[in-house]
Every structure is written in C-alpha cells, then in structure tokens.
C-alpha cells in the first residue's frame, strides 16, 4: 500500500500548520499534502461569502482527483474533522484511513456549529463576532481561538501561530454537512482525545468512538494543537493508522 497523506487544517489555521507532522512523514517516505483550504492560510486572498463547506470538501476532493490518489490517509485537525468527514463520505473508495486529531465528528445533517453546541457558547460568539467585526460572513482570527487558546505555551511558537492565523468563513461552521454513511466503511478510523483542551463535545465524541470497536482511539494530556507541540506522537498516530 503506498503511503500518502492529506494533512487537513482547523479553523483560522492554514497548511502551514503541519510542517513539524509533514517533514518527518516525507523523511519515512510518505508523500504528504498539506493543502490551505479556500480563503485560508495563503490563500486568505480568495475568502469570500461565496466560500462555504462544501468549497472546503471539494478542495480536498480536487487533489484526490488530480493526483490521482488511491489509500489515502486522511489526517483532520479540529474543524477539519467535519471536512475530511465529508470528503470520505464522497470519495470512500479511495481513502484507506481517517485520523480525527481532536477534531469534530458530525452526526448526518448537523453543521459545525450543531456539533460543537451551545454549551459553552462558541457558535453564538462566532456568529456575533462575523456581524460585528466579519461583515456578516467571516469570523475574525484572534482570541479567545488563538496559540494561547489552542494550548501552544512556547513564546515564540505563539507568535508564529498567531501572526498567520486568518478569518475563517462562516458558512463553513454554519453549513449543514449531507452524509449518506459511506464514509463510515472507510477500513481505519482513529480519534485521538487531546484532554488538555476543555470544550464540551471533547468527551461525548472520544467516548462515542471508545465504543465502538471499528475505532481504534487513544486519550492524549496535550491541548488541541498536538501537530505544534508533541509532532512525533502525531506522526507516529499516523503511521499507525495504516
């Protein structure tokens, strides 16, 4: 089986992100992406209202097609849990592994924001912060979803995370997600529980997979940016999954 991965940022973030995960797979021999999805990362240029979650299905779903991949190892960081959900659901057959790095897992017809819930408030933020400062349509990077927020502790990788954050489109958390359950056939599926990240659907999701024996899961101390602070534990989750 060749060994590829396509490493899927969170909210705010960009591909960048994943170079401390992407140097070492490529170092073993895997060929890894790390593409920034539509209107993030270095393509913040191309945010719009027009950019919604299915713009971010179909950025994926336009490299599996273009590369032409097969067994592919599908890697989602948070918020891009709904988006690799998304992409296996559409292209199963071509997908050999979902690794969820505390990322959200969407019941069918739910969005982001039905996921996450209204426990702690953060899609009544968002949708706040996108009327108030994000001309109705974008949500504007910064606290209280910032390095310090997502558990980066290191001074100087919180200026790093924090000087290329950018505004992430609304309609990519707000958007319900159609899924028919094709994804679910994928053969691996991993959840790793960052438990240094409090947020309210951390333990019904971990929990959800924990019983469920086509999951394979693992509970980490870490806070939510494990790709930043602990890569070799992500890299070796990786490699593990196939």
């Not at 409090?198 to 899961?217: K, L, V």
Request: glycine share 10%.
């Amino acid at each position: 089986m060749s060994k590829t991965a396509i490493l899927v940022h969170g909210g705010f973030e960009g591909g960048w992100c994943w170079t401390r995960v992407a140097e070492p797979l490529r170092a073993q021999g895997w060929r890894v992406f790390t593409p920034s999805l539509t209107g993030l990362g270095d393509r913040a240029h191309l945010l719009s209202p027009a950019v919604s979650f299915q713009t971010h299905v179909q950025d994926i779903l336009g490299i599996i097609e273009a590369e032409e991949l097969r067994d592919v190892v599908l890697v989602g960081h948070s918020a891009g849990g709904t988006v690799i959900t998304g992409v296996a659901d559409a292209a199963a057959a071509t997908v050999a592994a979902l690794v969820y790095l505390d990322a959200s897992l969407p019941e069918p017809g739910q969005s982001m924001f039905d996921f996450m819930g209204d426990t702690q408030g953060v899609p009544d933020l968002f949708r706040s912060q996108a009327a108030e400062k994000g001309d109705g349509w974008r949500i504007p990077a910064g606290p209280p979803f910032d390095a310090a927020g997502f558990g980066i502790e290191d001074a100087d990788d919180q200026a790093w995370f924090n000087r290329r954050m950018t505004d992430h489109p609304l309609a990519a958390f707000a958007d319900p997600i159609p899924l028919t359950g094709a994804w679910e056939k994928v053969p691996s599926k991993t959840y790793l529980r960052c438990e240094g990240f409090q947020i309210a659907h951390g333990e019904p999701t971990i929990a959800r997979c924990e019983a469920d024996p086509t999951w394979r899961t693992e509970r980490w101390p870490d806070g939510h940016s494990p790709h930043i602070t602990s890569p070799a534990k992500v890299v070796a989750a990786i490699v593990a999954a196939l």
